[in-house]
């Protein structure tokens, strides 16, 4: 009997020494360190609550040591639905008064704490909607010394449904001091109740972005700007990319969007790039195109999670490439130069810096909060930059209209004045009539003489031409008014008053016809002067581009400003390498000015002519740059219209004086002969290509001087 008792106690202690718990102790400090549970955990595949008991026994479960729980040991194997269950024993030697336990996982899952539980995510048999991946927090305290039991249930449930060859379980679990987390940039009132608090500050930068993305979209819709669009495109991926990731501020995203989080970074960076090489007026290079091409790297290796070094490699390659650009047109955009370097590193700086703490496993601290809001420098800075400097062409637009203005009212008081004249005068102007046109005679034979007409050999026909219809009309009308006048004497002496008046309306409408043609005869000897008007052929040298780039709008708003019903398109092609030319610029702009208000007539002519068809008139001036053997030798500007064209019968004339295909009173037909006289003045030549029903380009070329 006393030997059976001994060997009842000696095998009582194998079996007590069975149930001692496997008690891991914590040996990081928790407020310096995140710890993760990745050695000795239990697990077991079914659901029964009372496994999250302090004293339920689990020796008959199995273990293993990983950090990513979900991965078990390699034999089992988590299934989609399937719940297990993982438990681990701990204690501290330190008093934690707030300890953390972060959790990431994919599907539902539970935390107890010797028995009581302090998080939830999900529900267990229920579907994925609404689970976040990561960003689940919970707060409990440890005191020193005493044994406590992490009991973890979880059931997978895959929430990738763009990539289903992606799906897999995930679990991962660690935990550090509050004070510790706060430093790390984690704190309960973002990550946990106080959420909701976030969010509206979160969104409204995502507002304010996309407010700038139809801001741009419509300035680019106007101007056709490329750097417009750039911007616009740039906060456009901007927004994406902020959805996508929002998983980062903790709101419940979904890790499938991460690829897509990827390639709206990578295309943001692409656009960041482009914007500066336009802004900065510098020539894709092949530098450009290596770098464009290189962006689709990251996003291939991001599917394959493995996205932070090649994603901060090509931020940084990204900012190298900007700074690049910055210094090699330094000495031509020395302010965008600094402005976009400065904007650049302000945005990319910080990121780069944290994927690099974060490959060499370091703590970011708050450079991830600081990112946030850097990533705003570039669509606000940029967007501020070209709304500056679109106001400043704005302003410049707004003076040289209304210079326009202003020389229109003086011609309109003239006018004005010169009607009320005529107006007063009609009685003594069909006395002095003969005189009149004597004088416009002398005029005629003063233009003929003048040396600027010499060069012209149909010009005295022209002359005649355009003078004899307004004169036969004069002569014709004045003859009939002699005679109406000699009616109303008669009448006036047989005392029928009707009849007078019935002569005297006759007679006022004559002379209203007689004022009429001889406006326009005015109109045609004030072309005259005005094409036989010597310049005083001082030259200097002129950026063309800037020059034909001005008056093309100054034609558009001057037009619309006369005709509001006026409506077209309008671009410019310009060739950046056209160094500037000594030119009389008042002499080109007139030519210039010519050719595109022709062009624009035109064009405003067959849009009206065909109001019901889908025609969009459009008026494009482009510039190119003459080589021969790799030395410039000219430059060319072409103004072309998609207008009906001319025809052929007339494209040997159109250089003539006075001859126009606009209606009587609309054209004195000098304006393309003056161009012509121009050009030819600076050595170069004016040619015209049209084909008629589709369009016409008038085409100056001016020879590039070297001088010695």
Known sequence: MKYLFFISAFLMSFFVQ????????????????????????????????????????????????????????????????????????????????????????????????????????????TEPEGIPYQGNFSLASL????????????????????????????????MGSNSYAKSDGYTLKVVRSDIEDFKPIIFMILGTVTFLTLLFLGIWIYTRERENLYLS????????????????????????????????????????????????????????????????????????????????????????????????????????????????SIFLIPPILGGIWTILGLETGGLDTLSQFTGLAIPLGFGAYVVGTLGK?????????????????????????????????????????KESLENLKSTQAQ??????????????????????????????????SVELVDEINEEIEKGDLEEVKFIAKDLKENLSKINHHGKRAGEIVRGMLEHSRKSDGEREETDLNALADEYLRLSYHGLRAKDKSFQSDFETD????????????????RAFLNLINNAFYEVNKKAKKNQNSSFLPKVLVKSKLIEMDGNPTGVEFSVVDNADGIPAKAKDKIFQPFFTTKPTGQGTGLGLSLSYDIIKAHGGDLRVKSKEGEGTEMIIYLPIVIQD
């Open 233 to 344: 495109l740039l906060n456009l991926s901007i927004v994406l990319s902020g959805f996508a990731s929002i998983e980062t501020l903790y709101i419940g995203q979904r890790v499938e969007l991460s690829t897509l989080n990827n390639l709206f970074g990578a295309a943001g960076f692409v656009l960041i790039l482009l914007l500066a090489f336009e802004l900065l007026e510098r020539k894709k290079d092949l530098w450009l195109k290596i770098v464009v091409f290189a962006s689709i790297i990251p996003v291939i290796l991001g599917y394959f999670d493995i996205a932070e070094i090649p994603r901060t490699i090509y931020s940084l390659l990204i900012l190298i490439s900007i700074y690049r650009a910055c210094y090699l047109q330094r000495s031509s955009h020395k302010i965008p130069s600094r402005i976009i370097a400065t904007l650049t």
């Open 447 to 480: 233009l003929i003489q003048s040396e600027k007409m010499a060069s012209l050999g149909e010009l005295t026909a022209g002359i005649a031409h355009e003078i004899q219809n307004p004169l036969n009309f004069v002569n014709n009308f004045s003859e009939v």
């Open 143 to 174: 005191d020193s010394g005493k044994q406590y039991v992490i009991a973890i249930r979880y059931q997978y449930i895959h929430t990738n449904r763009f990539f289903p060859e992606r799906n897999s379980p995930h679990l991962f679990l660690r």
């Open 18 to 125: 069975g149930q001692e718990k496997d008690i891991a102790r914590l040996q990081t400090d928790l407020d310096s360190a995140y710890v993760t549970m990745s050695l000795n955990w239990h697990y077991s595949k079914g659901d029964d609550l009372s496994w999250k008991e302090f004293d339920y026994d689990d020796s008959g479960w199995k273990t293993f040591s990983n950090w990513q729980l979900a991965m078990l040991d390699s034999v089992d194997q988590i299934e989609e639905n399937e719940v297990f269950w993982f438990r681990k024993y701990i204690s501290s030697d330190t008093q934690y008064d707030s300890v953390m336990f972060q959790l990431f996982q994919r599907g539902a899952a539970e935390i107890y704490l010797n028995g009581d539980k302090i998080l939830e995510v999900g529900k267990i048999g």
């Open 393 to 433: 062409r704005t302003k410049k637009l707004k003076k040289n209209l209304a210079e326009v203005e202003r020389l229109s009212k003086e011609r309109e008081e003239i006018l004005a004045s010169q009607n009320e004249k005529l107006e007063k005068q009609v009685a003594k102007r069909t006395k002095d009539l």
């Open 574 to 589: 310009l060739d950046s390498r056209i160094p500037k030319l000594e030119v009389n610029a008042s002499d080109i702009s």
